[in-house]
């Protein structure tokens, strides 16, 4: 089995030798290099950028992250990039199993049993070890049986005679009776979903612990068929009070069946495939933690899509669709959020800020705030960009106001100071009520 390379946003990968392989630079081998060509034409094809071609041997990944495994068998596993230097593996690990337990919504107890600070495997092992240790725990509390019905011709009667049926039965075989009746067995599309997750876990789990366990619950889901139709059993899967036990398992079933969409890009051969867009990450775990950390009587509203950028006859066209709304004593707060590392002593690049982003929060604030209020970009916060260093508001007019701010995700509390400061009155607010 190949070593798996292990990279981060990014990187570059070529086919040639790299003396000193490194998280930005890696060697991979021609198959891989041409299946990974294949892979960014299917990518593009639906919208989404997964790597550049830099020159006729380099590849250079974009702003996904997760890992891949290739049909000869060598995996990648693309970490972010938090640090601009010096990044750690296992900070970055860390890091990313963070933000994906915040995108799948784990409950207090799930993040708990998910040991973020202490699993340090590689993302395919985290996530099929979140996924025996959900099974286990479903395997205490009880799987859910169903009654299914069953038609059939016996020598005996029972359950139900087929009266129809049996009436059409030639004299040669009177004998035989045509019956229905139910059986109560586990058979149903919630438990035929975990059957065959567990299957390609128990087939792919390289860790020992992982391993054992996942051909430990094989064992007890032996005599359960898998599912023949994943995409249908996941429609069919429900939801109701009976079966709240099994709503910690589904997103970790979606993610290893390749049904987490758009999070997950589904990959196509024998092992755990799955990439993140970390924008998206980024986005979902900044949203969750705003909303718990809300002041009383405050709001968050996200991907608001009630405004357009203009009209064109009696048509409205192009769509303004901001990441977050904030609503506290009757002022709005449009927040937008970008993964990218600042550089907030680098005046003379405009510390690495885009200007088709400043664009869009223009429109954002006049279409959602009527030209006047306060505009807030969200940036990840790192070494050369932190409270320490902030960045000088941006104003576009004297009622229109631009902040960029950093949020530490490795704070616990950054979501209730980045709260604090959004409370302070805007100095397009200060200058209005002059």
């Known amino acids: 089995m190949q070593a798996p390379i292990i990279v981060r946003e990014y990187a570059r990968l070529t086919t040639s030798e790299v003396p000193h392989p490194t998280l930005d630079e890696a060697q991979v081998s021609e198959t891989a290099f041409d299946w990974l060509c294949e892979l960014a034409g299917r990518f593009r094809a639906s ?19 997760g890992v891949l495994e290739s049909p000869c068998g060598q995996v990648i596993e693309v970490l972010p990039k938090h640090r601009n230097e010096g990044d750690c593996v296992l900070e970055a690990r860390r890091l990313m199993q ?89 058979d149903r599309p919630e438990n035929r979903l975990l059957k065959s997750a567990l299957a390609l876990v128990a087939r792919t789990a390289q860790q020992a612990e992982n391993w054992r366990l996942a051909h430990e619950l094989m064992g007890l889901l032996h005599d359960l068929p898998a599912s023949r139709d994943v995409e249908q059993d996941f429609r069919l899967w429900r939801n109701d ?24 890009v589904a990959g196509e051969y024998r092992g755990i495939s799955m990439l993140f867009p970390m924008e998206k990450l980024f986005e979902s775990y900044v949203e969750q933690q705003l909303r718990m950390a809300l002041p009383k009587g405050a709001s968050l509203r996200s991907q608001v899509q009630s405004e357009y950028l203009c009209n064109h006859g009696s048509e409205r066209i192009f769509q303004l669709k901001p990441d977050l709304l904030l609503n506290h004593a009757g002022q709005t707060i449009v927040l937008d959020t970008k993964w990218k590392l600042l550089d907030a002593a680098d005046r003379s690049n405009k510390y690495g800020l885009s200007q088709a982003d400043f664009y869009q929060l223009y429109a954002y604030g006049h279409k959602y705030l009527g030209g006047s209020g306060e505009l807030v970009l969200i940036y990840p916060a790192w070494a050369k960009f932190d409270a320490s260093q902030p960045i000088a508001d941006f104003k576009f007019d004297a009622k229109m106001n631009l902040r960029v701010l950093p949020f530490d995700l490795d704070d616990a509390e950054a979501a209730k100071k980045l709260i604090a400061q959004l409370m302070k009155p805007s100095n397009a607010t200060i200058a209005e009520a002059a």
């Not at 919208?47 to 992250?65: P, T, Y």
């Not at 799930?110 to 985290?126: K, N």
């Open 47 to 65: 919208g989404a950028s997964l790597l550049q071609v830099d020159g006729r041997r380099w590849l250079k990944l974009d702003n996904f992250v």
């Open 241 to 264: 009070r009976l079966m709240a036990h099994y709503q910690g398992i589904k997103p970790w079933c979606e993610l290893i069946l390749h049904q987490q969409m758009p999070l997950a």
């Open 98 to 186: 963070k933000l994906i337990s915040s995108a799948l919504q784990m409950s207090a107890r799930q993040t708990e049993v998910a040991s973020l600070e202490l699993y340090d495997a590689p993302l395919a092992e985290w996530v099929m070890q979140q996924f025996l240790s959900e099974l286990d725990y479903l395997f205490k509390r009880g799987l859910r049986f169903d009654y299914l019905r069953i038609e059939e011709e016996q020598r005996y009667l029972r359950g139900q005679l087929d009266v129809v049926k049996q009436m059409r039965q030639p004299p040669g075989r009177a004998h035989f009776f045509q019956i229905r009746h139910d059986v109560f067995l586990p």
